[in-house]
């Protein structure tokens, strides 16, 4: 810092605007993070308070009354959600639940707003749609998921998803991870 010689106060030193740009993105993604972070774990709350079989059974979609009564109605529907990510990259159901490697059965349960999928079925389809970092979030928070920070799944799918892989190519990573791949057929 500077003193100006009027007035004897301190002057800050300009900052180039775009350094000021990227501090302030990294402040945005920052307070995202946090955000996400926050949900997460209120969604680890949430399962806290479930006996080891209601989680077994919510993680095989057969609780789904259930699940809707503990994280309460979405205001933006899952289903409403893919729909209007799939109109707009131009793709058909049969397209999209293909690229997803999800059955005709589960993809249509998932639209009709008969289940909620997992986790896995959500980032196989933010994949197949070819969305970014964000709108995947979007679609795994409407799902009441989120990526997880320390997870083998989570940190291999942010990164597909960074750079385009598509659903092949990360299944592949996660087999070689020895994980289990993405799709249900």
């Known amino acids: 810092m500077t ?43 949430e399962y806290a308070s479930l006996t080891v079989e209601q989680a077994l059974l919510l993680s095989y979609g057969v609780y789904e009354d259930e699940l809707n009564r503990i994280r309460g109605h979405n205001e933006i529907q899952f289903a409403d959600l893919l729909r209007a990510a799939r109109d707009s990259k131009g793709m058909t159901d049969v397209e ?41 979030n979007a679609l795994l928070k409407t799902a009441g998921y989120c990526f997880l920070p320390s997870d083998a799944l989570s940190k291999l799918a942010r990164d597909s998803i960074q750079i385009k892989r598509n659903l092949d190519e ?12 993405l799709g249900s057929r």
């Open 3 to 45: 003193e100006s010689p009027v007035e004897g106060k301190m002057e800050k030193p300009a900052i180039p605007d775009e350094l000021e740009q990227k501090i302030r993105g990294l402040v945005e993604r920052s307070l995202r993070q946090l955000e996400e972070n926050n949900r997460c774990l209120d969604l680890y709350r």
């Open 170 to 181: 990360l299944n592949g990573l996660l087999d070689k991870a020895g994980l289990p791949v």
């Open 96 to 136: 999209l639940y293909k690229a997803a490697s999800l059955s005709k059965q589960v993809y249509s349960k998932i639209m009709s707003g008969k289940c909620i999928p997992s986790r896995e079925s959500v980032i196989a389809l933010a994949v197949a749609l070819g969305l970014n970092i964000y709108e995947t």
